[in-house]
């Protein structure tokens, strides 16, 4: 008898679960219910992407620090630099605008153009490297409000079912409230990681922003100073040495 009861047990269809209450909410709640997953999904999209980039601009950084000084000239130091990167790209806007600085005829003026042109370069690597961050920003903001949008309805559709049957009996209001507490939910979820991921980004574009502003300082004083001033670097490791070979063992007579 026991083993019965649990079987017929078994074959009740649970009608409170989670698909249940989206089924019961209709177009409007998987509607937003899409919405928050198309935020969800495009926060992380632009968390990985630009934490691959950052990651990528700061490795790069470590060859400037290494191998950029250590040239003879801006000219040959830039060939030791990747093409189309942050770093190359201040070198080359600083050599153009070096090139470009012989026309004026006031040395303060060519001085403002220098500095204007490294400033303009690192406001667009740092507008570059920005990019998708005001996403994360609007999506960490509005998400729990559109989750909140599902919750009015859900609540809303309660009240309609209590109101219909003159009482409110669980299996009347059991889907709408369960839709309700499951929009909060998922609109929270969708908000904290953006938050976070939108505060740990401007953290590393802080960081990355300190290290172009002082490479464009480096790169203004070397040209200021015709090549002679230089930020002071870390000698290079010298290639580790092979052990001598043991000598071959005397042969006997």
Do not use: C
């Amino acid at each position: 008898m026991t083993i019965e009861i649990l079987a017929a047990a078994a074959e009740v269809k649970n009608q409170f679960g989670f698909w249940e209450a989206m089924n019961q909410g209709g177009v409007i709640a998987w509607s937003i219910f899409g919405v928050l997953v198309i935020m969800s999904v495009g926060s992380f999209y632009i968390l990985i992407t630009k934490l691959l980039e950052q990651s990528k601009v700061m490795k790069q950084y470590e060859a400037v620090r290494t191998n950029f000084w250590r040239a003879g000239s801006l000219k040959e130091g830039a060939t030791k630099l990747e093409k189309n990167s942050a770093w190359r790209q201040l070198v080359d806007d600083a050599l153009a605008a070096d090139d470009q600085h012989s026309k004026m005829t006031d040395s303060l003026e060519a001085h403002d153009w220098l500095h204007g042109s490294l400033a303009r370069s690192e406001s667009a690597i740092n507008a570059k490297l920005a990019g998708g961050l005001p996403f994360l920003a609007s999506v960490g903001a509005t998400s729990p409000f559109v989750g909140l949008l599902g919750t009015v309805i859900g609540i809303y559709r309660a009240l309609i079912n209590i109101g219909l049957a003159g009482s409110a009996s669980i299996d009347k209001v059991a889907g709408p409230v369960g839709e309700a507490l499951i929009m909060t939910a998922i609109g929270l979820l969708v908000a904290v990681p953006a938050v976070l991921s939108y505060n740990w980004l401007s953290s590393r574009n802080k960081r990355i922003a300190a290290m172009l502003t002082g490479f464009s300082t480096d790169l203004l004083a070397n040209l200021n100073s015709g090549g002679t001033v230089k930020p002071a670097v870390a000698p290079a490791k010298a290639p580790a040495q092979k052990p001598a070979a043991k000598p071959a063992p005397a042969k006997k007579a």
